[in-house]
């Protein structure tokens, strides 16, 4: 590696400039001020719609940022080359989960419209007194504090870092971060597999399934990639990372969507196959629900846009070498997420058909559109790749 980096020129780092940008940031501040406010309203006019229609707003954009997380710590417990290049904004969204912790905080203040089992007193149900020792109020809360607390901090840590090694170069950083995620590693798949557990499966509280929280980590996983895809292509859009990033990385990027492609159509099968099959009425419910009346549609076209059409698509090498129109993939996939975690959660309060609601969209755009102001300040604050990292060099040249 040290030859290679004495006869190739490291790049200087890009920065990413706010003043180019500033009218978008305005905008995004005041549709996000808005929407909020409008949520505000939502929680005093119809708190019992808007609790579920937060909660969905906020699962979605959850498992957006929690999966770039995972992939930056992968990065970095493999020891990664191809993904140096794109590490920056991974760490940039990932930051975002700090934002993402704030936002649960009407989640809890809600929670008596979601989730009805800290309403029902004990020795009222046989059921849900057996669960008592995991489903109530204190330790909820503990194991929310837990779950955000480790993904924020996380997060932060690994950005402080990688940006700390631009300045010198020092391979401790790289140390620290591998030793950072080989203990994230764990902590990840713990933390978002309980965290599904209970801020989604819990809301019907006599369903379970132990396959739930690789199901949601299976569509963060591929939901993420392919908002990266989609980051990474608006940042060359608008004149950066051009000579940084090149096809090979989004052959790579399309392979790793292929590739959570498949492995959530395995994981979402292989729930409902072992469910139905052995016919428990406790779990066989969950999807009674979602096959009734216009949910049965939306759950085939869930079937059809998530797997079968990018499947067919992304088997296909020129669309993975093909910026543009892997992007068309890439937001198609992010879509077919949103609708996941819709069906997800917005059965328990319309088990009998689809009912969509003004505050469905108000959530989202409220959430979106503060994320989306936060990202641009922050991916100002430093170069858009990591201009230091040993491995950079071979994330230039990469070839596969």
Known sequence: MSERSQTVPVPEGEYFESSRFSGVSFLLGLTAAVALALCVLGALV?????????????????????????WTIVHHATDAEWSVVVRRQLEN???????????????????HHLYSWMDIPPGAEASLDSKRAYLNWSFFLVRAVLFLGFFAF?????????????????????IGMRKVAFISLPMFALCLTFGAFDW?????????????GVYIFAGAAGSSMSLLVLVITALRQAGYLKDVVTLEHYHIMGKWMLAFCI?????????????WYANIPEETQFFITRNTESWWALSMLLVIGRFFIPFAVLLLRSIKKEPRRLCIVAGWIVCMQMLDMYIVILPALHGTGVQVSIWDLVSLVAIGATLGFVYLRIVARTSLF????????ESLKLTN
């Open 46 to 70: 119809n708190p019992h719609q808007l609790s579920y229609s937060w909660l969905f707003a906020f699962a979605f954009f959850f498992t957006l940022c929690a999966g770039c997380f995972f």
């Open 93 to 111: 969204i990932a930051a975002l989960l700090v934002v993402l912790a704030l936002f649960f905080v009407p989640i809890l203040l809600l929670r």
């Open 154 to 174: 996380a997060a932060l840590t690994l950005r402080r870092f990688s940006v700390r090694q631009d300045k010198d170069g020092n391979p401790r950083f790289t």
């Open 200 to 212: 989604l499966m819990s809301l019907n509280y006599r369903w379970f399934s132990t396959m739930f």
């Open 263 to 275: 492995f959530w159509a395995y994981i979402g099968f292989g729930q409902y196959m072992l469910i």
């Open 386 to 393: 990591p201009v230091r990292d040993p491995r950079l060099i």
